[in-house]
C-alpha cells in the first residue's frame, strides 16, 4: 500500500482522524482548521472539544494575567505558572477586540469577560447625564454602577439610561474569537456580571446579570450564548450591601460571593436559585485577602497580619477550616536588599492558591511590591519554601501606565482553549 493510498484511508476515516487529531496541542490544531472543511467541521464539534480536554487531563493555567485597569494598552503583565520553559507560552493580547482601555472582568475555563472604557472626547463615548461618575486621572469615567450603551434605536428610550463609554465582551484569547454582548433596556442599574462555564457540562456559557432594584433588593438576568437572549430567572432577592458581586468564584458550577457579614450567597447555575454560605468571622480572622478556588474547592484568606491562614469551605458547605498556612514575613526578609526590597517597606498580596494533586505540589502566588521593583514569588504550602518567578513582571522602570501593585482581584488564569463563543 502507498503512503498516499493510507494516507487517503486515514483522512476518509473520521473516527481514526479523530483518534489522532485530538492528541495533538491546541496551536496545531488551530492550524488544521483551515486543512479542508471536513476537518474543520470535526476540530470545531463539541464532542472533539471534551475528548481533547480529557485526552489533555485537567486543564491547569498557563499563566495569570494581570489587569491593567482601564490603561491605554491592551496588554496584560503576565506571570507563567508552569515550571518548565515558561517563555514558551506567550501571554494574550486583546488588540484583536478593536476597543480601548480593557480590563478583565472575569476568567473561566479559558473564557474571557472583559469590559472596555472609552475617553470623554472619543467619537464613539456619548454621556448623557454625568451624576453617577467619579473623574479619574485618565479622564475615563468610572460609574459605581455600571450602565452599558444600549444596542437599538435611541427613540425606543422610554426610561432614563446613562451612556457611560463601557462595552462588554465575551472573547477566547486563543482563537481570538469575541462577542460584544447586547443588553435589552433593564429597567434597573446593572450591578455586576458573573461568567460561568465549565465545557465538560456544556458546550455553552451562561452571564449572569445581576440589577439593583434599590437599596438591598436585587434581580437575576441569565444570558444563554446557546440562543443568544437574555432571560429573565425568577429569582429576586434581598441582600446586604457587604456581599462582593463583582468579585465572583466559580466552583462546582455555581457563582460564590464573598461577605464581611457572617453569611454570604452563592447561585446553582444549572438549578438558577440562591443558597446562603457560611463566612469565617470577619471580628476574628480580619478582612477578606484573597477569595478563589482550585481543583474543585473553594479558599479564603482573611487577616489582619502577615501570618495568614488559607481556609477550605467543606464540599457541604457547612463550615470553613483552615487548610494552609503562609508566612508572608519569611519571604520579605528573604527578598531584603533585593531590588529595593526590605522587610519594613516592601509589600505582599496573594495572587493564586493552587491545590495540587499531591499536597507537597500545592502552592502560593504572591505578588512583591518593593521600592525600587515588583516580584512574583512561589510559595510552597507544604513546606513554606519559596522560589523566584523566572517570568517576571517587570519592574518599576518597565512598567510605565501598567498598575504596579495587584491583588488577587487583579489576576486572572489563562488556559488554552478551543471553546467557541
Known sequence: MSVSSSATDVANNEDLLSQILVRLPLKSLLCFKSVSKQWLSLISSPQFLVTHILCRGS?????????????????????PLTHSNPSQTSPPYLSYL???????????????????????????????YSDDFTQTEDDVLLPDIWHVIPTIS?????????????????????????????????????????????PLHSPYYKILCILKKNLDTFIIHLYNSETKTWNP????????????????????????????????????????????????????????????????????????VLELDVFELQKDYSAWSVRYHINLEAIRVSLCGMCGFSSNESIASVLRITRGEKEEESEAVVFMFGVEGIMVVSYNLNDGTHRRHTGLVPSRGDVHDFKLLHSYIDAFPFIETLSPI
Open 59 to 79: 486543564a491547569s493555567p498557563s499563566g495569570l494575567l494581570l489587569n491593567n485597569d482601564y490603561l491605554h494598552t491592551p496588554e496584560f503583565h503576565y506571570v
Open 98 to 128: 478593536g476597543a480601548p482601555r480593557i480590563k478583565i472582568l472575569q476568567s473561566f475555563n479559558g473564557l474571557l469577560l472583559c469590559s472596555s472604557a472609552y475617553q470623554k472626547n472619543d467619537p464613539n463615548y456619548e454621556l448623557k
Open 154 to 198: 435611541n427613540s425606543c428610550i422610554q426610561t432614563r439610561i446613562h451612556y457611560s463609554g463601557f462595552r462588554f465582551y465575551v472573547c477566547n484569547p486563543t482563537t481570538k474569537q469575541f462577542i460584544n454582548l447586547s443588553f435589552p433596556f433593564f429597567q434597573y442599574h446593572i450591578l455586576a456580571l458573573n461568567l460561568a462555564f465549565d
Open 233 to 304: 430567572s425568577s429569582v429576586s432577592f434581598n441582600a446586604p450591601w457587604e456581599i462582593s458581586f463583582r468579585e465572583p468564584v466559580i466552583c462546582r458550577l455555581a457563582i460564590h460571593w464573598y461577605s464581611d457579614r457572617q453569611t454570604s450567597l452563592y447561585y446553582d447555575v444549572d438549578k438558577e436559585c440562591l443558597n446562603p454560605m457560611p463566612m469565617p468571622s470577619s471580628s476574628t480572622y480580619g478582612t477578606v485577602n484573597y477569595f478563589g478556588e482550585s481543583g474543585g474547592h473553594l479558599h479564603l484568606i482573611m487577616s489582619y
